[in-house]
């Protein structure tokens, strides 16, 4: 860690998510190795190949929010706000907290939200409503709905937080990258307190088309939706798609220690590079990936050797899959083999811009119980896939350094280190 710089920590978690509404039922269901996929029901699967999804199908936005305000939103927005409320109720910063804050108070907390694709199903609506009642009848908050900004806008406005805001839209490094730079933001005394992860909604035909066009989604497992997701196994055949949200109140040590704030875990890393090569595919060798966790360690002052797990991007892709176990092998030569490698997009799916935000709270969750959550569906590893995938089940490891990767199309690589908090 640099000399003078603030430590940085973790003080309360929120999740949406396939698995659960909220952090017990989502840990509960994590660590009993349950799947949280199942038959796509947010959109017409007719014409497309892949009938299967990670669907946050009990969440009710109206016990967040008003009603009024949340039906101006869009679905990945009322997943931030749920999300984030959440977290700030965990960290002892719920709305009454909050109210008691004057403005300077309140100008020291900031959001940092990642996002991938906006109110997708928002625009699927508005061109319906064009083609078929004119452009003056489209939705007025369409606009104002579908930008990827609003879920940390509308953060904002419902806590009254008044600090640095801003949204990260590298596509499915988002919710890793936006913590990484909320914790930049506290370093450099921009803040005390950031509210920061992921958000994600767009399970709609629109959605579904474009990456059916791509071949990127499983289609081979619509009879038994629980197996659709199998990172690093030999017959996956594509992501599953998912939505929900995850979000962390990350402050300074200080900060927290001065309000009575327990902190969960500390963020001691944070590594970012490009590969420069590729659209939709990462670089030969995960060679963009393997700088990122080099940077992440070197931010973090850990070798290697110090790091017990990682929680994989790992998304069910060949080419995916493969690149990042070999990342992993070059960053952490023999000691990669001793690596508790978690995936926990076997569980949940694809969250896109929202898996590092959801991700990262189970990480966090790892470091506070010890258990590392399952790979689940990995029957056969796949060619180059030799690593421990922490196949089934989870597993009691008592980690206390944990990788966390996050790699998006357009060549996008985001890396965490999480370090149990040790006073």
């Known amino acids: 860690m640099a000399e003078g710089r603030p430590r940085v920590v973790v003080t309360g978690l929120g999740v949406i998510s396939p698995l659960g509404i909220g952090l017990e039922a989502f840990w509960e269901n994590a660590t009993a190795g349950r799947s949280g996929v199942g038959l796509m029901q947010q959109a017409d699967t007719t014409a497309y190949p892949c009938k299967v999804a990670g669907e946050a199908m009990n969440f009710d936005y109206t016990l967040y929010m ?91 406005i419902q806590f009254g937080l008044l600090g640095y805001n801003n949204t990260v839209t590298t596509a499915c490094a988002a919710g890793t990258q936006a913590i990484g730079d909320a914790v930049e933001v506290i370093r450099r005394g921009a803040a005390d307190v950031m509210l920061a992860g992921g958000a994600e909604a767009g399970i709609c035909e629109l959605g579904l088309a ?24 030999r017959d996956r055949d594509g992501f599953v798609p998912a939505e929900g949200a995850g979000m962390l109140v990350l402050e300074s040590l200080d900060h927290a220690r001065a309000r009575g704030a327990e902190p969960l875990a500390e963020v001691t890393g944070y590594g970012v590079s490009a590969d420069a090569a590729y659209l939709v595919a990462p670089a030969e060798n995960g060679a963009g990936a393997a700088r990122a966790m080099r940077l992440a360690l070197a931010d973090a002052r850990l070798d290697p050797s110090q790091v017990d797990a990682v929680s994989a991007h790992a998304t069910s892709t060949d080419v995916g899959d493969r ?98 908090f040790a006073g």
């Open 66 to 156: 008003d009603r009024r305000d949340g039906r101006r939103m869009a679905r990945f927005s009322q997943m931030a706000v749920a999300a984030s409320r959440m977290a700030l109720d965990h960290a002892g910063l719920g709305l009454g907290a909050l109210a008691a804050l004057d403005a300077p108070e309140r100008e020291r907390i900031g959001v940092l939200m990642g996002n991938g694709g906006g109110g997708l199903p928002n625009d699927m609506e508005a061109v319906s409503t064009m083609q078929g009642r004119g452009g003056m009848k489209v939705d007025p908050f369409y606009v104002s709905k579908r930008l990827s900004n609003m879920a940390g806008g509308n953060v904002a």
């Open 323 to 420: 690149a990042e176990s070999e990342a992993l092998k070059s960053v952490f030569g023999e000691h990669a083999a001793r690596l508790h490698v978690s995936a926990m997009k076997s569980q949940i799916g694809h969250l896109l811009g929202g898996a590092g935000g959801v991700e990262s709270v189970a990480v966090v969750q790892s470091l506070r119980t010890g258990v590392v959550t399952p790979t689940l569906n990995l029957d056969h590893p796949g060619e180059g896939c030799d690593l421990d995938y922490v196949p089934h089940e989870s597993r009691q490891a008592d980690p206390r350094v944990i990788l966390k990767d996050s790699f998006g199309f357009g060549g996008q690589n985001a890396v965490l280190v999480f370090q149990r």
């Open 210 to 233: 474009g990456f059916s066009s791509m071949r990127a989604l499983s289609s081979g497992f619509n009879d038994t939706p629980e197996r659709a997701s199998r990172p690093f196994d």
